[in-house]
């Protein structure tokens, strides 16, 4: 279901504005592979005794491999920053807010700021950040610069928040931002670049605090407009219809937003280098079949009618329980899978529902999983257990 | 039917699957690991694949039958039809008649046809249906065998055919029998299938079915492919089995086998022989033949006896026959074992005064407190009344527990139905000769198999158990049951009664023994040595068993679907679920019960808790440790070193390693478990009033579940916005989260105080076993002394002791110490400081919950308060000396761990600082190393270093001790940094926005102070990990023997992980002790410095211990903190010097160098020059052991703060 876990790709960084090498040299020591596989074996443990590390007096400190930079891309070409710039504001340009993740040499940034939108500009490279705020100085306080990292906003379980790792609550306070009902209108954008490594991983993130209402979807239906690769976005919009890609993902996030491509730009407009700063062809087999894909563009809108009286940011994980169940053996049929799921007769559900017996899960649309799910959440007088699932089960994904 | 349909559903299913799993990536592969599939289906479906197959082949009978019967009846109208119509018209047939006939003729003809056939089949089929006797004969490949085995005419024809066997010699030598036989070489070769065979053979041995064995044997056998797996063990376990039967035909028949596999006899299959051979009282001409054979094959006569383990009726069977055959032999006598090592001289030097302690208790007791222990463990658990307020017993409670009654029975008839029922199939799998599962099922008895699994059942918890525990500790559990039956046997529980009721008269305080001696010795004079004992199962075969239990809980277990609503339709639904659970990459298979039988649990309130017999102190003396195996409890197994479930590499090292090296640590164990303790009846009373009212935190009384935080009530309205709902969630998780802690710690509580309450009026014993370093731990784990400040408080010792002239003051300093007021100050100013509170102790001992509550603020409340009341009544008896106290009193060791590293390196500044030096005062490490962090702060601040300045006036004793105290065993900067961060956070006063950076600098500072403090240490730890890296490269595991010479090995290897197929869903397991993978270097050397000096510290214990009983003292430890009465304190105190001077005067670290050059570097086993090369390294490394510095142990001796 989880992709493998991908080694250490080689960095890669894209300039157009300045040498490579400023680049590459911005980033501090890169993780030794050792560091991580030491990080990794803190949880392991014996039956009652822990092992015992040895005291290095010398040893480097692990915590900062954890927080370890990776490469990142940026837009750097006029060009595309002019395209993206109408397809991100499109009518309203005027006193729109939009969110810039990682604007990096703030091209896109100034574009936006010339046709009048208000920027939020959220930079994880602290060295950017003195050239963003130098963009801002004649736009009337239209551009904020934060020194933040969107796709670590808010996080589960971190003993110290300190930049660029921040809360989602008292970033927007301190910006003014004011929370909008659900079903009223869009609070503000988002443009960002998913982080190469962890496309899976953020998108699961933000459709998580999605369905939680948290985070950044506390402030209303924040629209996203996203570049992600070629494999996510097949895996994001996934239909019965393409059964090889086609995963909870795919349920989940169909479910939750409407999603639409905008726009799509090869990857190989973005450069590739090494540590040397030298452009090199990657060795790296994976990064090299990724090179040959294309970068989507999507908007990702929250659905407007996403919660209902059954399915709410309280009950939201049993689906997620549920979806994820069926996906464990996408073959067998729903019958099969509601008998684990829910005590609930389950023969006399998909009755009731019209659906077949037989009907197997990876033929069901996202849209069938949630009325399954809201059938079984508004039966009434079968008892008052619905769901075998409970919270302790399963780990939040984030 | 619908049992039908649903196979059906499930064998579509797994077609299915199957074809998806050809083309899923195989990335993705690994992921689906552990899936099988969601209950019902796939739970029923190895099974009900089977029925299906039964099913099929019946039903295909009987509609065959049917048809057969069909046919011959429309055959026999038409022919009437026939006769009629010739009857009637005898006319010339017309061409249309002739066709007619014809057709008919041809009809007719092919109808026979079709019923022969039919026929036929029906008749294979019931062939098959119908069980077919066991094979007996083999099928043998080489005809020169098999004409051997044919021959006919002879006189006695076994014991012929026997010699013939013998003579031939095999005709390919054995792989293994080339190869010196290495344990460890040799498991690599074993497969999982053949342990698999091995285990089923074994099995079926024990369960009385030998002629299955045999039959499964013989059908391997037979297959070509299938016999490559056999093995020479297999062969012999058969054998052995029809010798034990004294079957000599079927004995020859395997003999005829092995030989055909081209395998030559070893010990066992010789001892086998003449075991039977003895039996049938066979002709002296046979087994001179046998012997002589023997001595052909390079075996000696004695060796039978020396290295073959068997029980002394096989033993007298054996010798039977060798007496024919040489009347004069005699097997060998082993000789009396004595320890030698330099360390021990002492305590088993015959000469010296000894006044070994008795217990407190005439022999007529211990013998009934011998039956109860017998009772109780024949029974294998124990229910214990709940100390829990009881219910109201109003309607509902009555009416759930009538319910469950009612239900209870039900399913009890419904497992043993379907055990039986998996029985049968089982046992016609092995028939068709595959080693199957059938002799596990019956090894108990069905009932208490179905007993097993309502226990589990009961035992359940609301949240569901993950399968594989559930399937580990089922199959655990029938393992364990079975070895306490096979003590049954053979009279052996008579033995073992006899004998341990002699050997309480070493105990007993009215009797008197010829010699003194340890309850080791003494027991092992009372008898022949044990038998080995039962081989634990391949852990693959164990996940198997458990699981297929698992699911004979999941299909019989039914309630009705309406349970605790109105009663209305009696439709059945499953109690137990096979969901999946999500954590991370992983799903975890989980069997959870519905939600409505928890809830009638729930009402129920039943008010009895079932513990296992081994989970409960003993009601007798524990039995002495003799060897690696036998020891503590009377029937149950227990191991000597407890590890990890199926790692075998310790109970190997020490079964092969000398007996006599191991008498330090059994004699200590031995000890250690004899000793008596009683429950603190009143302290009881006052934790029970506190746990039933509403529970204390800071008492350590966990608060009932109904004290957590209540999530909001009512209903939401129907238009609450999702920002709300999302709230609401918030609030909810939090409280479900805080209610679970809370009622996982309240549960652990409740277990501790329900048995405390059900021993209140007894005396028990706590036996004890170690861990792979040696350090020592009691068995039962709910209700012992290594506990929290609660768990201590309730026990006391059952032995009492005069405080004597100094007593009460140790009672007092005792009292001051664990209140930690103290701590900086001499033994004088603590015993000054108890005098000056005494009004507060008086109160505290009399109105402990109404007074001034003195004693809540101390550091250890309860002990506290146990001192208290102890004080109060010693003060208040009209001779304090000669009250008869029972309270343990502690000395600690002040940072142990520094305190033996220090010894080792001979560090003058470190030994000063762990009280290693007498002083007026108690020197404090971790005070001095805050003083030099905080030397360190002041420079540089000169230079400008903003934390630094930030730091000013917070870098205090409490902020580093806990990082001090972890450095020894290993803490790294990382989790360093996470302690000094907890103690800054708790710092109100600390700008928050400063912590990481602050204790960041901090970590970093305490590391450089004690590397300054504590040079020697730092080179030997450096010594310690760097050699340990190079052994570890070199592809072996650290071992070392500690100095009283307990061989240690560190388990820590790389992860294996291991597939158990089919079933439910398929279980992956990861091991990281299997002794087969390359060891893992990163843990080996992170661990090695740390465990070596916790082998030093259980070494210290040890002795200690030793020399304590051997002057009569009451003697407990918990680790580094020695216990005794109030009265021996100064004694204890005196051999807790002096041994840890005797250990560190031996060379500990150069024998060390000496072992591990022995182990690892004499006879490199590769040839390859890198090998050689890091073998060279790691020998350079060893003969570098670090230099000491100028530290003079024997002042020790005389520094009171040592342990205090």
Known sequence: MWGPAAGLPPRRVQSALAGAGRFCLWRPGAATRRARAAWGLRGFSDSYLQPLPYLDFEESFPGESRLGPEPKRYITHRGLARTLGQLLLGRTRRGALILECNPGPGILTQVLLESGARVVALESERAF?????????????????????????????????????????????????KALPWSEGIPLKVFGIFPIKHERKALWKLLYHLYACNSIYRYGRVELNMFIGEREYQRLTATPKSPDTYQVLSVIGQVACEVKLLHKEPWSSFDVYAQSGKLEKPKNKEI?????????????????????????????????????????????????????????????????????????????????????????????????YKWLYDDSMDDSLV | ????????????????????????????????????????????????????????????????EARVRQLQAESLSEMMVKRVKVAQAPTVPTRWEQKLNQDKQKMQNRQQRIEKRLQKHSQKLAQKLKPRPLRLEPQLLSEELAGCLQQEGLQSPWEERLEQVLQKASEKLSVKMQAPPDDQEEEEHVSARQRNMLAFLECCLTTDHLPLAHHVLVSQHSMPRRRQLLTLTMYNIVMLGWARKGSLKELVYVFFMMKDAGLSPDLLSYAAALQCLGRVNSDVHTIKRCVKQMAQDGLQLQQLFTDLAMPTEERAALLNALLKAQPDFSPPQAPPQVNTSTLLKDIYAQDGPTSYPRLPLPLKTLQDLFQEQLRMELEANISVESVEKAPKLDRPVLEARKTLKALRAQWEAALHRVLQETKARMAREAHQGQPSLYPFLCLLSEKDLVGLLMQALQALPSQGESLMF?????????????????????????????????YLHLLASDTQVATPCLPRQYWEALGAPDMPPLQPWPMPLLMKLGRHLAEMLVQAVEMPHNLGTSQGSRKLIPVLYHVYSFRSFRQIGILKPHPAYTQLLATAAESTLNFESTDVPMLCPPLPWTSSHTGAFLLNPTKLMRGVDGNLQHQRLLESCPATDLHGALDT???????????????????????????????????????????????????????????????????????????????????????????????????????????????????????????????????????????????????????????????????????????????????????????????????????????????????????????????DGSCNGLQHYAALGRDSIGAASVNLLPSDLPQDVYSEVAAKVEVFRREDVKKGVLVAQVLEGFIS?????????????????????????????????????????????????????????????????????????????????????????????QPYHHDVKYQVPGGIQSITCTSTVDSRQKPNTLKQKNGFPPNFIHSLDSAHMMLTALHCYRKGLTFVSVHDCFWTHAADIPVMNQVCREQFIHLHS????????????????????????????????????????????DFNLEQVKHSKYFFS
């Open chain 2, 669 to 891: 164990l031995t000890q250690l478990g004899n000793c008596a303790w009683r429950v603190n009846g009143r302290l009881l009373d006052l934790v029970l009033e506190v746990f039933l009212d509403k529970g204390s935190v800071r008492l350590g009384v966990p608060p009932p579940v109904s004290e957590a935080p209540q999530p909001p009530e009512g209903v939401l309205p129907p238009n609450t916005p999702p920002a709300r709902k999302a709230e609401v969630r918030r609030e909810l998780a939090h409280c479900l989260k805080v209610a679970r802690e809370m009622h996982s710690l309240r549960m652990e509580a409740l277990y501790r105080l329900s048995l405390a309450q059900h021993l209140r009026s007894r005396i028990f014993w706590l036996p004890h076993n170690m861990d792979f370093r040696g350090r020592t731990y009691p068995c039962p784990p709910h209700f012992n002394h290594l506990g929290s400040d609660l768990a201590r408080s309730l026990l006391q010792f059952a032995e009492g002791r005069p405080l004597g002239p100094q007593g009460l003051d140790w009672l007092k300093i005792h009292l001051v110490n664990l209140t930690g007021l103290k701590k900086r100050e001499s033994l004088k100013a603590r015993l000054a400081f108890a005098n000056q509170v005494m009004e507060d102790i008086l109160d505290s001992a009399d109105r402990p919950m109404t007074g001034k509550k003195w004693w809540m603020k101390a550091d250890e409340p309860w002990q506290t308060l146990a001192c208290c009341i102890e004080v109060a009544q010693a003060v208040r008896s009209p001779d304090p000396t000669a009250y008869i106290s029972h309270l343990p009193v502690h000395q």
């Open chain 2, 1 to 64: 039917m619908s049992a039908l349909c649903w196979s059906r559903g499930a064998a579509g299913f797994r077609r299915t699957l199957r074809l998806s799993g050809c083309t899923r990536p195989a990335a993705l592969e690994g992921t689906m690991v552990g899936l099988g599939g969601p209950r019902r289906s796939s739970s029923a479906s190895p099974r009900e694949l089977d029925r299906r197959k039964d099913w099929g082949l019946a039903e295909l009978l009987e509609v065959l």
């Open chain 2, 470 to 502: 559930l399937a580990h500790d089922l199959g655990i559990r029938v393992f364990n049951r079975h070895a306490v039956q096979q003590k049954q046997r053979n009279h052996q529980l008579q033995e073992l009664e006899q004998r341990y009721l002699r």
């Open chain 1, 129 to 177: 950040i003195p050239h963003l705020e130098s963009l801002g100085k004649d736009t009337n306080g239209k551009l904020d610069v934060v020194h933040c990292d969107f796709f670590k906003l808010d996080p589960k379980v971190c003993e110290v928040i300190k930049p660029p790792i921040m809360i989602s609550k008292t970033l927007f306070k301190s910006l003014g931002i």
């Open chain 2, 1146 to 1189: 031996q060379p500990i670290l150069q024998d060390l160098s000496t072992f591990l050059q022995k182990r690892f570097c004499d006879n490199p086993r590769s040839h390859k020059p890198s090998e050689r090369l890091l073998l060279s390294q790691l020998q350079n490394r060893l003969k570098s052991v670090p230099q000491t510095g």
């Open chain 1, 288 to 384: 090299s079949e990724l090179m040959e894909q294309n970068m989507y563009f999507i908007r990702l809108i929250p659905r407007k009618n996403l919660f209902t009286e059954n399915l709410t940011p309280i009950n939201f994980d049993i689906f997620f329980h549920m979806v994820r169940h069926c996906f464990g053996k996408p073959n067998a049929s729903l019958l099969h899978h509601l008998r684990a799921l829910s005590p609930i007769d389950s023969k006399e559900i998909l009755r009731k529902m019209k659906i077949s017996e037989t009907k197997k899960v990876n033929k069901m649309s996202p849209r069938d999983f949630k009325q399954v799910f809201e059938r079984i959440e508004s039966m009434e007088g079968d008892g008052p």
């Open chain 2, 957 to 1049: 004793r409490k902020v580093v001790k806990q990082t001090v105290m972890t450095v020894v065993y290993g803490v790294t900067r990382y989790g360093g940094r996470l302690q000094i961060e907890k103690r800054l956070r708790e710092l109100d006063s600390f700008p928050q926005e400063f912590i990481w950076e602050a204790s960041h600098y901090l970590v970093r500072l305490v590391f450089k102070s004690l590397q300054e403090m504590f040079s020697g240490t730092r080179a030997i730890q450096h010594w310690l990990s760097e050699s340990a890296r190079l052994i570890s490269q070199a592809g072996y595991a650290v071992e070392w023997v500690t100095p009283l010479g307990i061989p240690v090995v």
